[in-house]
Nanobody
Framework: QVQLVESGGGLVQAGGSLRLSCAASGSIFSINVMGWYRHAPGKQRELVATITSDGNTNYAQSVKGRFTISRDNAKNTVYLQMNSLKPDDTAVYSC?????????????WGQGTQVTVSS
């Protein structure tokens, strides 16, 4: 079992910045992918960014150049630095960890943290 706890959400003005953190604990396999997803009202949940254990990153086109994902493997923590925030970034942001195992993959999710960007 893996537990994920997000923090760092809040209310900011357009153009501002926030840094989200997600700390993982429990039976964490060393080979995994961690990432951030978001779900805004009236929209489908979408990928924001992912990062592998060896540092390979992937970003949604809408956040490229503004958001940066990083991780500290020793702390089993993933971060999302969000700059130049826009009202369209408003959503619940959820942390994800995917265990990569020979017999299959398994996903774990955090409870989510609200990010609200005002104009």
């Amino acid at each position: 079992q893996v537990q994920l706890v997000e923090s760092g959400g809040g209310l900011v003005q357009a153009g501002g910045s926030l840094r989200l953190s997600c700390a993982a604990s429990g039976s964490i396999f060393s080979i995994n992918v961690m990432g951030w997803y978001r779900h805004a009202p009236g929209k489908q949940r979408e990928l924001v960014a992912t990062i592998t254990s060896d540092g390979n990153t992937n970003y949604a086109q809408s956040v490229k150049g503004r958001f940066t994902i990083s991780r500290d493997n020793a702390k089993n923590t993933v971060y999302l630095q969000m700059n130049s925030l826009k009202p369209d970034d408003t959503a619940v942001y959820s942390c994800n960890l995917r265990k990569i195992m020979a017999w299959g993959d398994y996903d774990y999710w955090g409870q989510g943290t609200q990010v609200t960007v005002s104009s």
